[in-house]
């Protein structure tokens, strides 16, 4: 069954530093999703990304965050500047819309970011 | 807006006993709801959804979920429970009529299963 990677699968950087983050969807997917959980909170919705563009993004994607397809495989996400409170769980996601609205997300298994 | 609320951060049961995990939510039109498992340092699997229809929604690993509009609520269930069901839930919701097409999740419901 087709999966949804994600690399590296913890990343360590320092505060200040950039970091991106890297997902490969599944390849017949055309909608792509980054969600991030902080240790014993809940799956927060970042971005999502159609057709080369961002369609919708949270409060939480500010102006440090930014999504890239930049090769028509992988989707990356940077993060410019990291802050300690952006120690968290990162996943991507990938949705095949031909299925409709009540398609489910599939997910990748995470990236753990620390920043120290 | 829509929201999810789960109640519980953890449920406790003994194999073989049945389970329940709640879940209620919270949107302005028709919703479609979800449920999903995380295992120990994996990403979130899809276990079912409601989409309309009948309200009792049967998914994977002979779990099901029953949808009840009046009291906004899509408990998961399952009648008798496995050691290997012990792991993180995760309930969630997309607002099927306002074209607002992300999926707001709970914040999660750790299930153990007892020998």
């Keep these: ?116 | 807006a829509q929201s999810v609320a789960q109640p519980e951060d953890q449920v406790n049961v003994a194999e073989g006993n049945p389970l329940t995990v709640k879940c209620t939510y919270s949107v302005s039109g028709n919703p479609y709801l979800f449920w999903y498992v995380q295992y120990p340092n994996r990403g979130l699997q899809f276990l079912l959804k409601y989409i309309t229809g009948d309200n009792l929604v049967k998914g994977s690993y002979g779990f099901e979920a029953e949808f009840n509009k009046s009291q906004t609520s899509f408990h998961l269930k399952k009648p008798s429970a496995l050691v290997s069901d012990s792991a993180l839930y995760f309930c969630a919701v997309r607002d099927k009529d306002s074209g607002y097409s992300t999926l707001t999740f709970g914040k999660g419901t750790m299930l153990l299963v007892s020998p």
């Design chain 1, 1 to 116: 069954e087709p999966e949804v990677t994600q690399t590296p699968s913890h990343q360590v950087t320092q505060m200040g530093q950039e970091v991106i983050l890297r997902c490969v969807p599944i390849s017949n997917h055309l909608y792509f999703y980054w969600y991030r959980q902080i240790l014993g909170q809940k799956v927060e919705f970042l971005v999502s990304f159609y057709n080369n563009e961002i369609s919708e993004k949270s409060e939480i994607f500010d102006d440090q965050f930014s999504v890239e397809r930049p090769d028509g495989s992988n989707f990356t996400l940077k993060i410019r500047s990291t802050k300690l409170e952006d120690s968290a769980m990162y996943f991507c996601a990938s949705i095949d819309r031909a299925g409709g609205d009540n398609s489910p997300l599939h997910f990748g298994n995470g990236t753990r970011l620390t920043v120290t």
